[in-house]
């Protein structure tokens, strides 16, 4: 757990405004979510399966934890994908739907039974923070669909995906 912990402080205090800032983050981003993987699978339903863990060592614990590093590999590459020189929209759309997807399933298991009884305030802090993060992905995936639908002329359907972005941004104020 300290291992992932620490591969994933490291991942976050990566520069993010550098190529290899991103690349590094993206790694060991990668890496934390192996490895809480790894012990949610191997180690803690293995064979010397504890039967009442603590919360942090919890199947959905360690889900969200793994998926909340997934999440921010994906950020990452969200992030790398938007200083390119020319922006590829539907490619941004869909690393940022990807990342939005993630977030909202570190969300589901914050807000599973074991968390929010034993973890009640980070069950609370996380949910609002993941929730918040899904959403505004989402509205990024459907701002940068709607410049590809500007390009193929599709005027209608941009405008209801740039309508449904400002109900994401919307939502995410709340």
């Given at each position: ?7 994933s ?12 800032g991103?690349s ?34 919890s199947?959905?614990?360690?889900s ?7 999440a921010q ?59 918040t ?42």
């Open positions: 757990y300290n291992v992932a912990a620490l591969q402080y490291l991942a976050a205090t990566e520069d993010l405004s550098t190529k290899d991103r590094n983050a993206m790694k060991l981003f990668g890496a934390a979510a192996t490895t809480f993987r790894h012990l949610r699978t191997d180690l803690m339903d293995g064979p010397s399966k504890d039967t009442d863990p603590s919360a942090d060592l199947a959905p614990c360690l969200m934890c793994e998926y909340i590093n997934l590999g994906q950020m990452c590459a969200y992030e790398a994908a938007t200083n390119r020189p020319t922006q590829l929209h539907g490619l941004l759309a869909k690393i940022a739907a990807a990342a939005a997807d993630l977030y909202n399933t570190a969300l589901e298991y914050s807000q599973d039974p074991i968390i929010k009884g034993r973890l009640t305030n980070t069950s609370k802090a996380f949910g609002s923070h993941l929730k993060v899904s959403i505004l992905f989402r509205a990024r995936a459907e701002w940068h669909q709607s410049r590809v639908c500007h390009a193929d002329h599709a005027y209608p359907m941009e405008l209801a995906r740039l309508r449904f972005a400002d109900t994401c941004c919307d939502e995410a104020l709340k």
